[in-house]
């Protein structure tokens, strides 16, 4: 079982930046399909972005393509968030998620993840 940490929110100003971090536990991670995604109060979980086993493939949301940046470190253990030029509909509890896959996916569902963290929480000042 895959224990997933998420670190690196907290409050930035509209057009600023952060980089979030979620270490996973566990060997070879790089079996590991990795997704970010970002639940704010009332609304649904949405997909924010994934990334293969090896990084070489990537999907975005639409709503944050050309701002964020997702990554992966396989010998860290470690997939990163890079999100600039921040609004405030960003503001959200950003949850890492992982699912066992060799495959490039996609997987933009909650629902074919089987493994999360416990979320950190970003929050954007207009």
């Known amino acids: 079982q895959v224990q997933l940490v998420e670190s690196g929110g907290g409050l930035v100003q509209a057009g600023g930046s952060l980089r979030l971090s979620c270490a996973a536990s566990?060997?070879?991670?790089?079996?590991?399909?990795m997704g970010w995604f970002r639940q704010a109060p009332g609304k649904e979980r949405e997909f924010v972005a994934a990334?293969?086993?090896?990084?070489?493939?990537?999907y975005y949301a639409d709503s944050v393509k050309g701002r964020f940046t997702v990554s992966r470190d396989n010998a860290k253990n470690t997939l990163y968030l890079q999100m600039n030029s921040l609004k405030p509909e960003d503001a959200a509890v950003y949850y890492c998620?992982?699912?066992?896959?060799?495959?490039?996916?996609?997987?933009?569902?909650?629902?074919?993840?089987?493994?999360w963290g416990q979320g950190t929480q970003v929050t954007v000042s207009s």
């Open positions: 998620a992982t699912r066992r896959s060799i495959f490039s996916g996609p997987y933009t569902v909650p629902q074919e993840y089987t493994n």
């Open positions: 566990g060997r070879t991670f790089s079996n590991y399909f």
């Open positions: 990334i293969s086993g090896y990084g070489n493939t990537i």
